[in-house]
């Protein structure tokens, strides 16, 4: 059953840096840190990050966007992915990736395509959370990949990195 999280982005926007330029606006990238052009989708990535560094507590250093993956031998560039500390190594920290976000623009409904789209960005991930937004509609589903299943949660899952 889908199961919809009630997420307010709209109250991270104070926090985003914006800049006019020859006409067009722009949007700090927290990660990336340079500007990029406002586009409606960039506007909920960055929301959805900021989302993370505040509510989540998520590790600024242990964000990606714009990631490049390899699917079915095809370049594709997912838009957030966070990693978890994996210390099962003594000597070594790893990090391994957790959780993979999907952003589309608010006026672009979250749709069957979309959740396959996601999925074909996981294959090579597996990551334990799968999460797609619009700003607006919001899911996110716990990966069990021995069972083959995933089951809709009612909250982004928080992250305790040491």
Known sequence: MLLMIKIDFLKYQNKLKTRREDGKRFLFGTIRRKYLVLQPEELVR????????????????????????????????????????????????????????????????????????????????????????NGRQTYCCEMDYEKEDFTFLGEIPTLVQS
């Open 46 to 133: 960055q929301l959805v990050i900021e989302y993370f560094v505040e509510d989540r507590k998520y590790n600024k250093n242990y964000i990606a966007v714009e990631k490049l993956l390899i699917v079915n031998e095809r370049r594709k560039r997912c838009d957030i992915l966070v990693y978890k500390k994996d210390n099962s190594l003594e000597e070594e920290v790893n990090l391994t990736p957790w959780l993979l976000v999907e952003c589309k623009a608010p006026e672009v409904p979250i749709n069957e395509a979309t959740f396959r789209q996601i999925a074909s960005y996981n294959l090579p991930l597996r990551v334990q959370y799968l999460v797609v937004t």
